[in-house]
């Protein structure tokens, strides 16, 4: 992850960046697993966004 910087905060994020790549930086509020998919809460100092990720994705 060296390297990569934030491109929003968890509170800008607007549809517009559906299907884009971006960077946030936060920490986990809440985690929720349902099986097929995992649900996180990011949070930061701007707000919440709520992160979709596939179980066997390896997120860093």
Do not use: Y
Request: hydrophobic share 35%; proline share 2%; net charge negative.
């Amino acid at each position: 992850m060296q390297g990569l910087h934030r491109t929003h905060g968890c509170g800008t994020i607007s549809e517009q960046e559906v299907g884009k790549e971006v960077v946030l930086c936060g920490w986990v509020e809440r985690r929720r697993d349902h099986g097929g998919l995992i649900f996180l809460d990011l949070r930061d100092r701007s707000g919440v966004v709520q992160v979709v990720a596939s179980p066997d994705h390896n997120v860093e």
